[in-house]
């Protein structure tokens, strides 16, 4: 399994912008797909967006499409998610995960960072 730990959450006005970094350890990193989920409080986690190992491919929820980023630098073993025009409804706390392909699903993905926690106010 792969580790996982993300950073870069924290509470922003609407229309700002925030990093996300995800740090991967333990495997091989450009081996994996990864992928950005959200859930917000009494909600199910969704899928964000996804990359594959490679970098080569990435997938977007619509909700998100023209706005967030997802790409991945495999020679730091990090994942990233550039969030854009932040809406309150963004407002969530974020995952990071590792896969063996791109996928929406979230159980088709094996490792799990810990979250964290984006706030967007109006």
């Known amino acids: 399994q792969v580790h996982l730990v993300e950073s870069g959450g924290g509470l922003v006005q609407a229309g700002g912008s925030l990093r996300l970094s995800c740090a991967a350890s333990?495997?091989?990193?450009?081996?994996?797909?990864m992928a950005w989920f959200r859930q917000a409080p009494g909600k199910e986690r969704e899928f964000v967006a996804s990359?594959?190992?490679?970098?080569?491919?990435?997938r977007y929820a619509d909700s998100v499409k023209g706005r967030f980023s997802i790409s991945r630098d495999n020679a730091k073993n990090t994942l990233y998610l550039q969030m854009n025009s932040l809406k309150p409804e963004d407002t969530a706390v974020y995952y990071c995960a590792a896969g063996v392909e791109p996928s929406t699903t979230g159980p088709l993905y094996h490792s799990w960072g810990q979250g964290t926690q984006v706030t967007v106010s109006s």
């Open positions: 333990g495997r091989t990193f450009n081996g994996y797909a």
């Open positions: 990359i594959s190992g490679s970098g080569g491919y990435t």
